[in-house]
């Protein structure tokens, strides 16, 4: 079980909302959503007045694209330096339900998507009173509190030692982010061009005696023991550096992926789509790395075959607060450890698995990969 607890600031002290108004006015001409579900949302917003009461706000990318719509109450400061896709989440979901017309619409929509809501406060009876008058309270100073647990997730918030408000709702990417598989699959890509990667060296008091002069850090496993976060690095005149070197051949291959450092390596990339199809395409290694780990996703290697030529293995990159996985099966020649400029790494990815199907996944596809 993990928790997260943060006090939430007034509604009337945030500043630097990007966009906080009544009833928005919208250019369909000029503006775009990053996904069909916001898209939804864009367009009612254009042809009702059931929000105009409402703080709503519309958040867009670097690239002018809206990625969030909803109902403003949570401090822009909080959302951005905490890592967790949750408040966005509930915001827009608040004016998903909102939007809707009738009680049994909104009855309707949390049976089918497995969501809870109520308070010791407010009743509930009606959905769109019980939300309304919980918006209101968000004037308030209040506290938060996020528990994941049996792949549910369950916020509280809370308002004199009792719920505000208690929702629950699936571990499930879909739900949270709101893209289906398809757009999720064909967002990966150009998200990846648009990533700036950077080295990461680790800190000394991360690092744990491995031998002699070398040391390692991230010591955890995924499911196998085969399955390692390991990454491993040479001390020498108080300069840190991975191991990277064919005397240390098992250490070098899970460096390639675990540790986060540029080597100029280019990886010939064929991302498995919905529907039997592929798209291929030639990426930094140390740029798909590092855009993974900006996915908040955590990185787990298994060397599965290597001889005196080639190596072969998995890594899993699994992103556990939205309950999905991307699974890479990688081939390259053993030259490449030390010379990396001289070779790619052959890589066949699967992305976006539900982590509870990923066993299956990964028994079926093992052995398929040349």
């Given at each position: 079980?993990?928790?997260?607890?943060h006090?939430?600031?007034?509604l009337?002290?945030i500043c630097?909302i990007?966009c906080?108004?009544?009833i928005?006015?919208?250019?369909h001409?000029?503006s775009?959503c990053?996904?069909?579900?916001l898209?939804?949302?864009?367009?009612?917003l254009?042809?009702t007045?059931?929000?105009?009461?409402?703080?709503?706000?519309i958040?867009?990318?670097?690239?002018?694209?809206?990625d969030?719509?909803?109902?403003?109450l949570?401090?822009?400061g909080?959302i951005?330096t905490?890592v967790?896709p949750?408040?966005?989440?509930?915001?827009?979901?608040?004016?998903?339900?909102?939007l809707l017309s009738?009680?049994?619409?909104i009855?309707?929509k949390?049976?089918?998507?497995r969501i809870?809501?109520?308070?010791?406060?407010?009743?509930?009876v009606?959905?769109?009173e019980g939300?309304?008058?919980i918006?209101?309270?968000?004037?308030?100073?209040q506290?938060?509190?996020?528990?994941?647990?049996?792949?549910?997730?369950i916020?509280?918030?809370m308002?004199?030692?009792?719920?505000?408000?208690?929702?629950?709702?699936p571990?499930r990417?879909?739900?949270?982010?709101?893209?289906?598989?398809?757009?999720?699959?064909?967002?990966?890509?150009?998200?990846?061009?648009?990533?700036?990667?950077?080295?990461?060296?680790?800190f000394?008091?991360?690092?744990?005696?491995?031998k002699?002069?070398?040391?390692?850090?991230?010591?955890?496993?995924?499911?196998?023991?085969d399955?390692?976060?390991?990454?491993?690095?040479?001390?020498n005149?108080?300069?840190?550096?991975?191991?990277?070197?064919?005397?240390?051949l098992?250490?070098?291959v899970?460096?390639?992926?675990?540790?986060?450092?540029d080597?100029?390596?280019?990886?010939?990339?064929?991302?498995?789509?919905?529907?039997?199809?592929?798209?291929?395409?030639?990426i930094?290694l140390a740029?798909?790395?590092?855009?993974?780990h900006?996915?908040?996703?955590?990185?787990?290697t298994?060397?599965?075959k290597?001889?005196?030529?080639?190596?072969e293995?998995?890594?899993m990159?699994?992103?556990s607060?939205?309950g999905?996985?991307?699974?890479?099966?990688?081939s390259?020649?053993?030259?490449?450890?030390?010379?990396?400029?001289k070779?790619q790494?052959?890589m066949?990815?699967?992305?976006?698995?539900?982590?509870h199907?990923?066993?299956s996944?990964f028994e079926?596809?093992?052995t398929t990969?040349?």
């Amino acid at each position: 079980m993990k928790s997260i607890y943060h006090k939430l600031i007034a509604l009337s002290s945030i500043c630097g909302i990007i966009c906080l108004f009544m009833i928005p006015t919208v250019s369909h001409a000029q503006s775009k959503c990053s996904n069909q579900r916001l898209t939804d949302i864009y367009e009612q917003l254009d042809q009702t007045k059931q929000t105009e009461h409402l703080p709503i706000v519309i958040n867009k990318n670097p690239q002018g694209i809206i990625d969030h719509i909803g109902i403003k109450l949570f401090d822009k400061g909080l959302i951005l330096t905490q890592v967790t896709p949750i408040y966005r989440f509930i915001e827009r979901y608040f004016l998903e339900l909102l939007l809707l017309s009738s009680q049994q619409e909104i009855m309707n929509k949390m049976k089918i998507e497995r969501i809870k809501i109520d308070s010791d406060i407010h009743s509930m009876v009606s959905i769109k009173e019980g939300l309304q008058n919980i918006i209101d309270d968000f004037s308030l100073d209040q506290s938060v509190h996020i528990i994941c647990h049996n792949n549910r997730y369950i916020v509280s918030f809370m308002k004199s030692n009792k719920n505000l408000l208690k929702m629950s709702f699936p571990v499930r990417y879909e739900l949270i982010d709101g893209y289906s598989k398809i757009e999720a699959e064909s967002s990966f890509y150009p998200n990846l061009l648009m990533h700036q990667a950077k080295n990461h060296l680790p800190f000394e008091e991360e690092m744990f005696v491995y031998k002699d002069s070398f040391y390692y850090i991230n010591n955890d496993f995924y499911l196998t023991e085969d399955f390692i976060s390991t990454s491993f690095y040479e001390k020498n005149e108080e300069k840190i550096s991975p191991i990277f070197s064919e005397d240390m051949l098992m250490e070098s291959v899970y460096n390639l992926f675990n540790a986060q450092y540029d080597r100029n390596i280019e990886a010939e990339l064929t991302q498995n789509m919905y529907g039997e199809k592929n798209l291929s395409y030639h990426i930094p290694l140390a740029k798909l790395i590092d855009f993974l780990h900006q996915e908040n996703c955590d990185l787990y290697t298994a060397i599965q075959k290597y001889d005196k030529t080639t190596i072969e293995g998995v890594v899993m990159a699994i992103n556990s607060d939205l309950g999905y996985q991307h699974m890479f099966l990688f081939s390259f020649p053993k030259d490449l450890i030390n010379h990396p400029q001289k070779h790619q790494i052959k890589m066949k990815m699967y992305a976006y698995i539900p982590i509870h199907n990923v066993s299956s996944l990964f028994e079926s596809k093992k052995t398929t990969f040349k």
